[in-house]
């Protein structure tokens, strides 16, 4: 009689081993890729911010009264946030550059974040949009 058994499991472990392994590294992937789709839209929030404030920089101080105020033209937005997007250097482009009360200006740009491990699944990438305000105010 031979010491083995009948229902050896011996190496069984191997396909265990290995589909866990490769799903540890697809979620390490994954993980990845999802830190840089954040990163890529801060970068983008970043952008829009900066845009926001060298539109707003852009404004004619005009006397009325007893005071000054400030004016904010939409042409004078738009080409302060375009300065501005041209000075980041980002591959974002400008959306809308606009001021609803003549003292805000808001500023809406938009780039795609394409993905370096996950490309093969996500071909054309992610379009990320963000928008930023910023205020003038004479103190």
Excluded at 8 to 20: F, K, Q
Excluded at 30 to 36: N, P, Q
Excluded at 37 to 66: M, P, T
Aim: one cysteine or more.
């Amino acid at each position: 009689m031979s010491g083995r058994r009948e229902t050896d499991d011996e190496g069984s472990i191997l396909p265990l081993v290995l589909g866990y392994g490769m799903l540890a590294i697809a979620l390490v992937l994954v993980c990845a890729e999802a830190t840089g789709l954040f990163l890529a839209q801060k970068r983008l929030d970043g952008v829009a911010d900066a845009a926001a404030v060298a539109a707003a920089s852009s404004y004619d101080i005009r006397l009325e009264g007893e005071g000054a105020v400030i004016v904010l033209r939409g042409e004078d937005i738009t080409s302060g946030a375009e300065r501005a997007l041209a000075a980041t250097g980002a591959d974002a482009v400008l959306v809308d550059a606009v001021t609803d009360d003549g003292r805000s200006a808001r500023v809406t740009v938009t780039s795609i974040w394409r993905s370096v491990l996950l490309s093969p699944f996500v071909p054309a990438g992610v379009d990320l949009t963000s928008t930023a305000t910023s205020r003038v105010a004479l103190r």
